[in-house]
Structure formats: C-alpha cells, structure tokens
C-alpha cells in the first residue's frame, strides 16, 4: 500500500489509538507517526514497545507538522485538547477523534479549530474491553465499520484521504450526521454497556451472599457481561453523560420491553416470551450473516483475546 499521510499525531496511546500506529506502520500509510499521551507512565510504555517513531511529552508537540491528527482521549477531555494543540496545527491538516459519541465532540472541538484546518470526527466501531498502550493490535479494524461524520463545509477531498485511511487499515466506512449518530450508538453500545455495568453490580450484590458461587459458576451470558463491563471506567463515564439524551431514551424504551417481558413471566405467557425471542434470534443471525460476528462457539473468542 502506499503512504497516504506524511505525518500522524496521536494523542492518547490506548487500545484505538495503539492499532491504528500499529496498522498504519504494517502497511506503510504514514512517513512518521508521532505520539503521546497525558500519562508519563503511558508515554514510556509506548517508547518501549515501539508503538510510534516518536513520542513527546506534551500534545502541542505532537501536532507539529502533522498532516492528520487523531484526538484519541475520553470525550469529556476533547474540548480542552482542542484548545491545547489549536495554536500549534499545521495549515490544511485534518484533525479527527475516535470518540462513540459525536455531538458532544463537534460542539466541544469545533470552536477551537483555525482557519484551513480540517476537523472531520470519526468514530472506528471496533474494540475489547482491554486499554492502555499495550491492548493495541494491528488486524483491530479488519471488516470492523468506522463512522465519519462530515459536515456541508468538509472538504471532499480531505474526507476521501481520510476514508483511505480506515479503509487501508481494513475497515468498512459511512458518514453519518452526528446526532443520529448518537442515538444508533445508544442502541448499539451505549444502553448495552450500561445494562452490562448494571447486571454485573447485581451479580455482585449476590456474591456478597453467596460466597464465590457467582464467580465460580458463572455461565456464558454473564461472563461476556462481566467482559463489556470490564471497558475503561473513564470513557464510559464522559460517553454516558455526553449522550445523555440518546441513551436516557433507549433505556426508557427497554424499561418498557423489560415491563412486557416481567408480565409475560409472571402471567404464563409462553407465547408472549417465545415470540419475543424468536425476533431476537433473527436480529443475532442479520449480525452474523453482516460479517459482524460469527455463529462459532463461545462467539469465535479465542482464549488469546480472553
């Protein structure tokens, strides 16, 4: 593949981020990718693992002369970056984020961006419930979806090279307008995780009265709950409450499901339940059938990704 940027700016090293260094250096997109993160601890990591061909210590630094910027930090932290590195971008650079919520991104981000600087949000569908620097792994993007969230004033051009990019990296990729970005992600992700978050503190509140058989005995649905909601605290956080609107809907919404289903239980609704899950079953075979995941045992998770 051919380069198709010079220089790329990382800020923020964790598991996104970390793929996108590493699939960018496999397949020789970007001259020099250069990085860095709040975290000392973090940075040296980074260095000593050869993420980036370069590592600073500060974000200002880091956006120097670089073509493409990726702000790869939780969401409540992009508005205070963007005011950060502003001064220092490079004249006709595309800055674009990495972040599962995209509003909230294009009114904190947005104001701070200079004249000729080109802010084109992004958000790459593709994840594990590991972070840190050391999570990344190049083959993350591979038929996993990126969502671009251009405007009326983005640039056809600067979106295509961008598009190249996540295709490149082996991702499929849409635009979307970011509030209906929001709410699909609320159903997607965001009301998912919270319900995962909120089953196993359930879970938990048992184990307290029944020793360790919560642990120990732990079926399959409940082990991947455990994995969603073992995601980092500080993203889910800001995403949370930077799609309250979106997410407060969807959960209005399964509360209502959630209130049918509790009536079917409880009144001997067999017919009720069975039609329900049949409907469900098919929505799991549409996601396998789209190349989102497959029907092998345990969901394909090898004990390497475990």
């Known amino acids: 593949m051919s380069v198709i940027y010079d220089r790329v700016a990382l800020i923020g090293l964790g598991l996104i981020a970390g793929s996108m260094g590493l699939a960018m250096r496999r397949d020789g997109l970007a001259v020099e990718i ?12 980074a260095a000593e693992i050869g993420l980036c061909d370069r590592i600073t210590e500060t974000a200002a630094e880091a956006v120097q002369g670089a073509d493409l910027v990726v702000l790869a930090v939780p969401v409540g932290a992009m508005g205070a970056l963007a005011k950060e590195i502003a ?10 984020d990495v972040g599962s919520v995209k509003r909230h991104v294009v009114d ?17 569908l593709a994840g594990t419930e590991h972070s840190g620097p050391r999570s990344g792994f190049a083959e ?8 671009l969230v251009p405007d009326e004033a983005t640039d056809p051009a600067m979106l295509s090279r961008l598009r190249a990019l996540w295709e490149a ?22 009301a998912p995780h919270l319900i995962a ?43 949370f409450l930077s799609n309250k609107e979106a997410t407060l809907e969807i959960l209005g919404r399964f509360t209502e ?33 789209a190349g989102q995941d497959t029907e092998a045992a345990d969901f394909g998770r090898g004990a390497a990704r475990e």
Not at 140 to 147: A, G, S
């Open 197 to 239: 978050y909120t089953m196993v503190g359930v879970a938990d509140d048992l184990r307290r009265v029944t020793d360790t058989e919560v642990v120990n005995y732990s079926a399959a649905g409940f082990r991947d709950f455990t994995r969603i909601a073992a995601s980092d605290p500080t993203m889910w956080r800001d995403v």
């Open 257 to 289: 499901e959630l209130f049918a289903l509790q009536r079917a239980i409880r009144t001997g609704d067999g017919q009720h339940l069975f039609d329900y899950f049949t409907h469900t079953r098919a929505i799991r075979r549409g996601i396998i059938e």
């Open 140 to 147: 993350l993007f591979e038929n996993r979806w990126c969502l």
């Open 34 to 45: 250069v990085g860095t993160a709040r975290s000392a601890e973090t940075r040296a990591v």
């Open 108 to 124: 904190a981000v947005s104001p701070h961006m200079p004249d000729g600087v080109h802010f084109i949000p992004g958000h790459p």
């Open 169 to 190: 990296m082996g991702a499929n990729v849409d635009c979307m307008e970011a509030d209906h970005h929001d709410l699909v992600l609320a159903v997607t992700s965001h």
């Open 87 to 96: 001064p220092h971008l490079k004249a006709g650079a595309t800055v674009t």
